[in-house]
Nanobody, 113 residues
């Protein structure tokens, strides 16, 4: 059974940092490109970071320089380190096996003072 489980969300002040994690099971994690997406209320889900099996990464301009995606293949886990957080980063963050319909349940990140 394929499963993605996100964790690490929470409330953080503007300018703060937070790391969210996604633990995968039931897949050959090391061979897959993984992505982090977010969805704010009333908005479409958007990609915020992706990492290939070789470690290449890409980010949209909205988060470039502030977010860092990484992976630990030994732990079947992908991380998203977020810094210089802004209120507009508030959303539910999901991980995904890129190109698939495999999603986690999401973790809420709220940036507010």
């Amino acid at each position: 059974q394929v499963q993605l489980v996100e964790s690490g969300g929470g409330l953080v002040q503007p300018g703060g940092s937070l790391r969210v994690s996604c633990a995968a099971s039931g897949i050959i994690f090391s061979l897959l490109t993984m992505g982090w997406y977010r969805q704010a209320p009333g908005k479409q889900r958007e990609l915020v970071a992706a990492i290939t099996r070789g470690g290449s990464t890409n980010y949209p301009d909205s988060v470039k320089g502030r977010f860092t995606i990484s992976r630990d293949n030994a732990k079947n886990t992908v991380y998203l380190q977020m810094s210089s957080l802004k209120p507009e980063d508030t959303a539910v963050y999901y991980c995904n096996v890129r190109g698939s319909d495999i999603w986690g349940q999401g973790t809420q990140v709220t940036v507010s003072s």
